[in-house]
Protein backbone atom coordinates (compact mmCIF):
# COMPACT_ATOMS: atom_id res chain seq x y z
CA UNK A 1 0.00 0.00 0.00
CA UNK A 2 3.00 2.56 1.07
CA UNK A 3 4.31 1.45 -2.28
CA UNK A 4 1.56 2.01 -4.59
CA UNK A 5 1.08 5.54 -3.02
CA UNK A 6 4.51 6.34 -3.09
CA UNK A 7 4.36 6.91 -6.51
CA UNK A 8 6.35 7.40 -9.87
CA UNK A 9 7.71 10.93 -7.69
CA UNK A 10 10.08 8.22 -5.69
CA UNK A 11 9.37 10.51 -2.51
CA UNK A 12 10.52 8.33 0.40
CA UNK A 13 8.30 6.51 2.31
CA UNK A 14 8.26 8.66 5.01
CA UNK A 15 7.21 11.73 3.46
CA UNK A 16 3.94 9.93 2.45
CA UNK A 17 3.99 8.25 5.71
CA UNK A 18 -0.36 7.28 5.78
CA UNK A 19 -0.89 7.60 9.61
CA UNK A 20 0.91 10.97 9.80
CA UNK A 21 -2.35 11.95 6.73
CA UNK A 22 -4.61 11.19 9.01
CA UNK A 23 -3.33 13.55 11.62
CA UNK A 24 -3.02 16.06 9.40
CA UNK A 25 -6.82 15.46 8.15
CA UNK A 26 -7.54 15.43 12.38
CA UNK A 27 -5.73 18.64 12.52
CA UNK A 28 -6.97 20.67 10.14
CA UNK A 29 -10.39 19.49 10.83
CA UNK A 30 -10.28 19.15 14.49
CA UNK A 31 -13.47 16.46 14.26
CA UNK A 32 -12.10 12.82 14.01
CA UNK A 33 -15.21 11.35 12.04
CA UNK A 34 -14.61 14.36 9.17
CA UNK A 35 -10.87 13.29 9.15
CA UNK A 36 -11.51 10.02 8.85
CA UNK A 37 -14.12 10.66 5.68
CA UNK A 38 -11.14 12.93 4.08
CA UNK A 39 -8.63 10.44 4.46
CA UNK A 40 -10.75 7.13 3.47
CA UNK A 41 -11.51 9.45 0.12
CA UNK A 42 -8.47 10.36 -0.61
CA UNK A 43 -6.78 6.99 0.04
CA UNK A 44 -9.86 6.02 -2.06
CA UNK A 45 -9.27 8.02 -4.72
CA UNK A 46 -5.32 7.68 -5.03
CA UNK A 47 -6.24 4.04 -5.21
CA UNK A 48 -8.39 4.49 -8.10
CA UNK A 49 -5.68 6.64 -10.15
CA UNK A 50 -3.14 3.95 -8.68
CA UNK A 51 -5.01 1.37 -10.76
CA UNK A 52 -5.03 3.36 -13.95
CA UNK A 53 -1.71 3.99 -13.51
CA UNK A 54 -2.14 8.02 -13.36
CA UNK A 55 -0.34 8.23 -9.82
CA UNK A 56 1.05 12.09 -9.83
CA UNK A 57 4.87 12.45 -10.60
CA UNK A 58 4.98 15.21 -7.73
CA UNK A 59 6.31 14.90 -4.28
CA UNK A 60 3.55 15.37 -1.13
CA UNK A 61 0.99 14.43 -3.42
CA UNK A 62 -1.33 12.80 -0.95
CA UNK A 63 -1.07 15.69 1.51
CA UNK A 64 -1.57 18.46 -0.80
CA UNK A 65 -5.25 16.37 -2.09
CA UNK A 66 -6.11 15.86 1.49
CA UNK A 67 -5.28 19.69 1.92
CA UNK A 68 -7.91 20.64 -0.62
CA UNK A 69 -10.64 18.35 0.80
CA UNK A 70 -10.22 19.62 4.21
CA UNK A 71 -10.33 23.00 2.67
CA UNK A 72 -13.20 22.48 0.50
CA UNK A 73 -15.18 20.01 3.47
CA UNK A 74 -15.01 23.17 5.84
CA UNK A 75 -15.75 25.74 3.20
CA UNK A 76 -19.34 26.04 4.18
CA UNK A 77 -19.13 25.11 8.14
CA UNK A 78 -19.35 27.94 9.98
CA UNK A 79 -16.44 29.88 9.84
CA UNK A 80 -14.30 31.43 12.77
CA UNK A 81 -15.06 35.00 13.76
CA UNK A 82 -12.20 37.11 12.46
CA UNK A 83 -11.33 38.71 15.94
CA UNK A 84 -7.75 39.93 17.27
CA UNK A 85 -6.61 37.16 19.40
CA UNK A 86 -4.53 37.48 22.26
CA UNK A 87 -1.15 36.76 21.90
CA UNK A 88 1.70 36.50 24.51
CA UNK A 89 5.41 35.67 24.08
CA UNK A 90 6.47 31.88 24.50
CA UNK A 91 6.49 31.14 27.79
CA UNK A 92 9.54 28.96 29.45
CA UNK A 93 6.45 26.72 31.39
CA UNK A 94 4.51 26.14 28.17
CA UNK A 95 6.34 22.64 27.52
CA UNK A 96 4.22 21.53 30.46
CA UNK A 97 1.12 23.51 29.98
CA UNK A 98 0.94 21.85 26.64
CA UNK A 99 1.23 18.32 28.42
CA UNK A 100 -1.99 19.45 30.29
CA UNK A 101 -3.32 19.35 26.54
CA UNK A 102 -5.43 16.85 25.06
CA UNK A 103 -4.04 16.35 21.36
CA UNK A 104 -7.86 16.75 20.86
CA UNK A 105 -7.76 20.20 22.10
CA UNK A 106 -5.08 21.02 20.43
CA UNK A 107 -6.61 19.57 17.12
CA UNK A 108 -9.74 21.88 17.78
CA UNK A 109 -7.70 24.88 18.62
CA UNK A 110 -5.57 24.39 15.23
CA UNK A 111 -8.52 23.40 13.14
CA UNK A 112 -10.44 27.09 13.95
CA UNK A 113 -7.62 29.18 13.04
CA UNK A 114 -7.87 30.56 9.30
CA UNK A 115 -6.09 29.20 6.86
CA UNK A 116 -3.40 29.26 5.52
CA UNK A 117 -2.17 29.81 8.92
CA UNK A 118 -4.32 26.42 9.71
CA UNK A 119 -2.47 24.65 7.29
CA UNK A 120 0.69 25.64 8.44
CA UNK A 121 0.12 24.72 11.69
CA UNK A 122 -0.72 21.35 10.69
CA UNK A 123 2.29 20.60 9.03
CA UNK A 124 4.65 22.18 10.97
CA UNK A 125 3.93 20.18 13.77
CA UNK A 126 3.45 16.62 12.05
CA UNK A 127 7.02 17.25 12.44
CA UNK A 128 6.89 15.48 9.29
CA UNK A 129 8.26 18.12 6.81
CA UNK A 130 10.99 20.64 6.83
CA UNK A 131 10.23 24.34 5.99
CA UNK A 132 10.95 24.11 2.07
CA UNK A 133 8.85 21.20 1.48
CA UNK A 134 5.70 23.00 3.76
CA UNK A 135 6.51 25.75 1.52
CA UNK A 136 5.97 23.88 -1.78
CA UNK A 137 2.83 21.91 -0.39
CA UNK A 138 0.93 25.58 0.82
CA UNK A 139 2.55 27.83 -1.72
CA UNK A 140 3.42 30.30 1.28
CA UNK A 141 6.80 32.50 0.70
CA UNK A 142 9.37 31.84 4.05
CA UNK A 143 8.09 35.14 5.30
CA UNK A 144 4.55 33.90 4.98
CA UNK A 145 5.32 30.72 6.86
CA UNK A 146 7.92 32.49 9.27
CA UNK A 147 4.98 34.91 10.14
CA UNK A 148 1.97 32.68 10.18
CA UNK A 149 3.65 30.20 12.83
CA UNK A 150 5.33 32.64 15.13
CA UNK A 151 1.85 34.18 15.24
CA UNK A 152 -0.01 30.91 15.42
CA UNK A 153 3.18 30.07 18.41
CA UNK A 154 2.42 33.13 20.31
CA UNK A 155 -1.65 32.97 19.68
CA UNK A 156 -1.25 29.48 21.39
CA UNK A 157 0.69 30.16 24.44
CA UNK A 158 -2.32 33.28 25.18
CA UNK A 159 -4.89 30.40 25.05
CA UNK A 160 -2.57 28.18 27.10
CA UNK A 161 -2.18 30.68 29.77
CA UNK A 162 -6.05 31.36 29.75
CA UNK A 163 -6.78 27.73 30.36
CA UNK A 164 -3.77 26.99 32.37
CA UNK A 165 -2.82 30.44 34.53
CA UNK A 166 0.33 30.04 35.58
CA UNK A 167 0.46 31.31 38.92
CA UNK A 168 3.71 33.77 38.85
CA UNK A 169 2.13 35.77 35.77
CA UNK A 170 -1.59 35.95 37.61
CA UNK B 1 19.83 48.16 4.21
CA UNK B 2 21.63 44.66 3.69
CA UNK B 3 22.22 43.88 7.05
CA UNK B 4 18.35 44.36 8.03
CA UNK B 5 17.37 42.11 5.15
CA UNK B 6 19.87 39.41 6.07
CA UNK B 7 18.77 39.02 9.46
CA UNK B 8 15.33 39.72 8.69
CA UNK B 9 15.57 36.31 6.82
CA UNK B 10 17.50 34.67 9.23
CA UNK B 11 14.65 35.72 11.67
CA UNK B 12 12.02 33.97 9.11
CA UNK B 13 14.58 30.93 9.05
CA UNK B 14 14.31 31.02 12.88
CA UNK B 15 10.74 30.49 13.40
CA UNK B 16 10.41 27.63 10.50
CA UNK B 17 13.19 25.81 12.70
CA UNK B 18 12.99 22.05 12.41
CA UNK B 19 11.61 20.32 15.12
CA UNK B 20 13.67 17.48 15.58
CA UNK B 21 16.83 16.23 14.27
CA UNK B 22 15.02 13.85 11.51
CA UNK B 23 13.83 17.15 9.52
CA UNK B 24 17.49 17.70 7.38
CA UNK B 25 17.91 21.54 7.98
CA UNK B 26 20.03 23.10 4.57
CA UNK B 27 22.81 25.44 4.96
CA UNK B 28 21.32 28.52 5.65
CA UNK B 29 18.87 27.20 8.19
CA UNK B 30 21.76 25.52 10.29
CA UNK B 31 24.16 28.67 9.83
CA UNK B 32 21.07 30.42 11.52
CA UNK B 33 20.28 28.01 14.24
CA UNK B 34 23.79 27.83 15.15
CA UNK B 35 23.79 31.68 15.63
CA UNK B 36 20.78 31.35 17.77
CA UNK B 37 21.77 28.29 19.56
CA UNK B 38 22.23 29.80 23.09
CA UNK B 39 19.48 32.51 22.63
CA UNK B 40 16.87 31.90 25.71
CA UNK B 41 14.13 32.92 22.91
CA UNK B 42 15.48 30.20 20.44
CA UNK B 43 15.64 27.41 23.30
CA UNK B 44 12.38 28.10 24.71
CA UNK B 45 10.73 28.36 20.93
CA UNK B 46 11.94 24.78 20.73
CA UNK B 47 10.77 23.22 23.97
CA UNK B 48 7.50 24.60 23.23
CA UNK B 49 7.60 23.26 19.41
CA UNK B 50 8.84 19.83 20.72
CA UNK B 51 5.69 19.66 23.22
CA UNK B 52 3.18 20.21 20.43
CA UNK B 53 4.67 18.10 17.78
CA UNK B 54 5.09 15.53 20.81
CA UNK B 55 0.84 16.05 21.51
CA UNK B 56 0.34 15.71 17.60
CA UNK B 57 2.15 11.90 17.82
CA UNK B 58 -0.28 11.44 20.51
CA UNK B 59 -3.65 11.52 18.09
CA UNK B 60 -5.05 7.99 18.17
CA UNK B 61 -5.38 6.29 14.43
CA UNK B 62 -8.87 4.88 14.40
CA UNK B 63 -9.09 1.27 13.88
CA UNK B 64 -11.03 1.86 10.31
CA UNK B 65 -8.34 4.28 8.66
CA UNK B 66 -5.08 2.39 10.42
CA UNK B 67 -6.64 -1.20 7.83
CA UNK B 68 -5.36 1.45 5.03
CA UNK B 69 -1.84 0.75 6.70
CA UNK B 70 -1.64 -2.96 6.09
CA UNK B 71 0.71 -3.82 3.34
CA UNK B 72 -1.48 -5.01 0.89
CA UNK B 73 -2.08 -3.36 -2.12
CA UNK B 74 -5.46 -2.25 -3.63
CA UNK B 75 -3.77 -2.96 -6.77
CA UNK B 76 -3.00 -6.18 -7.72
CA UNK B 77 0.57 -6.03 -8.54
CA UNK B 78 1.78 -8.83 -11.40
CA UNK B 79 5.07 -10.99 -10.00
CA UNK B 80 7.88 -10.91 -11.15
CA UNK B 81 8.26 -13.84 -13.25
CA UNK B 82 11.96 -15.67 -13.87
CA UNK B 83 12.03 -14.53 -17.21
CA UNK B 84 11.17 -11.51 -16.73
CA UNK B 85 14.33 -11.21 -14.42
CA UNK B 86 16.23 -13.04 -16.87
CA UNK B 87 15.25 -10.29 -19.09
CA UNK B 88 16.42 -7.61 -17.22
CA UNK B 89 19.26 -5.92 -19.13
CA UNK B 90 21.02 -5.73 -15.71
CA UNK B 91 20.76 -9.64 -14.77
CA UNK B 92 21.74 -10.55 -18.75
CA UNK B 93 24.72 -8.28 -18.70
CA UNK B 94 25.57 -9.28 -14.94
CA UNK B 95 25.09 -13.26 -16.15
CA UNK B 96 27.13 -12.60 -19.39
CA UNK B 97 29.95 -11.04 -17.61
CA UNK B 98 30.17 -13.69 -14.83
CA UNK B 99 29.66 -16.61 -17.70
CA UNK B 100 33.01 -15.08 -19.63
CA UNK B 101 34.73 -14.52 -15.92
CA UNK B 102 34.17 -18.22 -15.29
CA UNK B 103 35.03 -19.62 -18.73
CA UNK B 104 38.30 -17.21 -18.17
CA UNK B 105 38.98 -19.09 -14.94
CA UNK B 106 38.51 -22.13 -16.67
CA UNK B 107 40.58 -21.86 -19.75
CA UNK B 108 43.15 -21.00 -17.17
CA UNK B 109 42.81 -23.73 -14.77
CA UNK B 110 42.81 -26.57 -17.70
CA UNK B 111 45.90 -24.76 -19.85
CA UNK B 112 47.65 -25.08 -16.14
CA UNK B 113 46.23 -28.40 -15.40
CA UNK B 114 49.44 -29.89 -16.76
CA UNK B 115 51.52 -27.31 -15.95
CA UNK B 116 55.33 -29.02 -14.37
CA UNK B 117 58.49 -27.01 -13.42
CA UNK B 118 59.78 -25.41 -16.20
CA UNK B 119 56.70 -25.48 -18.52
CA UNK B 120 56.65 -21.66 -18.57
CA UNK B 121 60.65 -21.98 -20.65
CA UNK B 122 59.53 -24.93 -22.32
CA UNK B 123 56.16 -22.83 -23.88
CA UNK B 124 59.10 -19.77 -24.59
CA UNK B 125 61.11 -22.46 -26.74
CA UNK B 126 58.71 -23.48 -28.43
CA UNK B 127 57.51 -19.87 -29.93
CA UNK B 128 62.19 -19.84 -29.88
CA UNK B 129 61.45 -23.53 -32.44
CA UNK B 130 58.81 -21.77 -34.70
CA UNK B 131 60.80 -18.72 -36.11
CA UNK B 132 64.00 -20.50 -35.96
CA UNK B 133 65.74 -21.25 -39.06
CA UNK B 134 68.65 -23.67 -40.29
CA UNK B 135 71.41 -21.03 -41.37
CA UNK B 136 70.91 -19.98 -37.64
CA UNK B 137 72.61 -22.84 -36.45
CA UNK B 138 76.04 -24.11 -36.81
CA UNK B 139 76.25 -26.97 -39.03
CA UNK B 140 77.02 -30.20 -37.59
CA UNK B 141 76.90 -33.66 -39.14
CA UNK B 142 76.21 -36.41 -36.17
CA UNK B 143 74.03 -37.93 -34.03
CA UNK B 144 72.33 -36.34 -31.83
CA UNK B 145 73.43 -38.55 -28.87
CA UNK B 146 76.46 -37.48 -29.45
CA UNK B 147 76.72 -33.72 -28.85
CA UNK B 148 76.81 -33.98 -25.46
CA UNK B 149 80.57 -34.07 -25.55
CA UNK B 150 80.82 -30.96 -27.87
CA UNK B 151 78.27 -28.96 -25.38
CA UNK B 152 80.29 -29.82 -22.49
CA UNK B 153 83.99 -29.57 -24.36
CA UNK B 154 82.49 -26.11 -26.16
CA UNK B 155 80.75 -24.31 -24.18
CA UNK B 156 81.06 -26.50 -20.54
CA UNK B 157 77.58 -27.57 -20.61
CA UNK B 158 77.34 -31.03 -18.04
CA UNK B 159 74.92 -33.36 -18.29
CA UNK B 160 73.38 -31.74 -21.20
CA UNK B 161 72.38 -35.25 -22.97
CA UNK B 162 69.72 -35.99 -25.60
CA UNK B 163 67.76 -39.27 -24.18
CA UNK B 164 67.77 -42.61 -25.62
CA UNK B 165 64.54 -41.77 -27.46
CA UNK B 166 66.09 -39.31 -29.49
CA UNK B 167 69.96 -39.89 -29.69
CA UNK B 168 69.84 -42.01 -32.91
CA UNK B 169 68.39 -38.82 -35.32
CA UNK B 170 70.82 -37.16 -37.59
CA UNK B 171 71.56 -33.47 -36.86
CA UNK B 172 71.51 -30.47 -38.92
CA UNK B 173 72.73 -28.24 -37.07
CA UNK B 174 73.11 -27.15 -33.42
CA UNK B 175 73.85 -23.92 -31.30
CA UNK B 176 73.65 -22.28 -27.35
CA UNK B 177 72.49 -19.34 -26.95
CA UNK B 178 71.09 -17.70 -23.71
CA UNK B 179 67.86 -17.00 -22.82
CA UNK B 180 66.12 -13.80 -21.47
CA UNK B 181 67.45 -15.00 -17.78
CA UNK B 182 70.81 -15.52 -18.77
CA UNK B 183 70.41 -19.61 -18.71
CA UNK B 184 72.74 -21.09 -21.75
CA UNK B 185 69.94 -23.19 -23.58
CA UNK B 186 71.38 -25.47 -26.35
CA UNK B 187 69.27 -25.98 -29.96
CA UNK B 188 69.54 -28.89 -32.29
CA UNK B 189 68.28 -29.15 -35.35
CA UNK B 190 67.51 -32.39 -36.54
CA UNK B 191 66.60 -33.92 -40.35
CA UNK B 192 63.65 -36.23 -39.11
CA UNK B 193 60.54 -34.23 -38.98
CA UNK B 194 62.13 -31.06 -39.11
CA UNK B 195 62.12 -31.80 -35.38
CA UNK B 196 64.34 -29.62 -32.86
CA UNK B 197 65.64 -30.27 -29.38
CA UNK B 198 66.13 -27.83 -26.92
CA UNK B 199 68.47 -28.87 -23.14
CA UNK B 200 67.89 -26.52 -20.78
CA UNK B 201 68.79 -26.23 -17.07
CA UNK B 202 65.56 -27.39 -14.93
CA UNK B 203 63.82 -25.24 -12.63
CA UNK B 204 65.58 -25.09 -8.85
CA UNK B 205 63.26 -24.22 -5.62
CA UNK B 206 63.95 -20.77 -5.05
CA UNK B 207 64.82 -21.31 -1.06
CA UNK B 208 66.86 -24.34 -1.06
CA UNK B 209 68.03 -24.37 -4.34
CA UNK B 210 67.07 -28.42 -5.19
CA UNK B 211 66.01 -29.37 -8.49
CA UNK B 212 62.37 -29.19 -9.31
CA UNK B 213 61.71 -33.07 -10.44
CA UNK B 214 59.67 -34.58 -12.31
CA UNK B 215 58.83 -38.32 -14.03
CA UNK B 216 58.91 -39.27 -17.64
CA UNK B 217 57.64 -37.07 -20.60
CA UNK B 218 55.17 -33.89 -19.96
CA UNK B 219 53.35 -32.36 -23.21
CA UNK B 220 53.54 -28.47 -23.87
CA UNK B 221 51.16 -26.81 -26.51
CA UNK B 222 52.14 -23.46 -27.91
CA UNK B 223 51.56 -21.79 -31.57
CA UNK B 224 50.83 -25.06 -33.84
CA UNK B 225 54.05 -26.68 -31.94
CA UNK B 226 54.26 -29.55 -29.56
CA UNK B 227 57.06 -30.19 -27.08
CA UNK B 228 57.62 -33.43 -25.16
CA UNK B 229 59.80 -32.49 -21.71
CA UNK B 230 61.61 -34.46 -19.29
CA UNK B 231 64.16 -33.93 -16.68
CA UNK B 232 67.43 -36.11 -16.08
CA UNK B 233 70.37 -35.03 -13.77
CA UNK B 234 69.19 -30.89 -13.84
CA UNK B 235 68.95 -30.51 -17.16
CA UNK B 236 65.64 -30.78 -18.97
CA UNK B 237 65.29 -31.91 -22.69
CA UNK B 238 62.45 -30.66 -24.95
CA UNK B 239 61.97 -32.45 -28.45
CA UNK B 240 59.96 -29.87 -30.48
CA UNK B 241 58.12 -30.57 -33.81
CA UNK B 242 55.00 -28.56 -35.82
CA UNK B 243 52.15 -30.46 -35.02
CA UNK B 244 49.97 -32.37 -32.39
CA UNK B 245 51.22 -35.15 -29.52
CA UNK B 246 50.92 -38.12 -31.87
CA UNK B 247 53.92 -36.50 -33.77
CA UNK B 248 55.89 -37.74 -31.27
CA UNK B 249 54.57 -40.23 -29.93
CA UNK B 250 56.43 -43.29 -32.26
CA UNK B 251 59.44 -42.12 -30.14
CA UNK B 252 58.38 -41.71 -26.98
CA UNK B 253 57.02 -45.40 -26.94
CA UNK B 254 59.91 -46.56 -28.23
CA UNK B 255 61.70 -48.66 -26.04
CA UNK B 256 64.73 -46.64 -24.48
CA UNK B 257 68.04 -47.69 -25.84
CA UNK B 258 66.89 -48.40 -29.05
Given at each position: ?????????????????????????????????????????????????????????????????????????????????????????????????????????????????PDPQRSALALFYLDEFDYREILDITDLKLSELSRLLAKGRRQLQAWLDSKFPQPNKV | MKLLSSMRRQRSLLNCAPISARQLADHPMRSAMSRADNSIEFVDQQNFDRAVARLVRLIPIPAESAEWFSEKDLVPTTKRTWRDTLRNPAVLAISIAVAVIAGVFVFNFISHLNDFPGSATARKLLGIAASTRPVMLDPVNAEAGKLSDLFFMKHGLEHYDVPDEFADLDTIGCRVFEDDESRRIAQIWVSEKRMQFFLFPAERDSKTGSVLRFPGWRHVHQEGWTGAVTEHNGVCFMAAVRGGDKELAPYLSQPAGK
Open positions: MRELFRGPSRVPERKQNLPQLYRFCFLMLGDSRKAQEIFHATLREAAVRAARGELPDEPFWLFRDARWRCLEATKNDLQPESVKMDECDVAREAESQIERLDPMQLAIWISTA | -
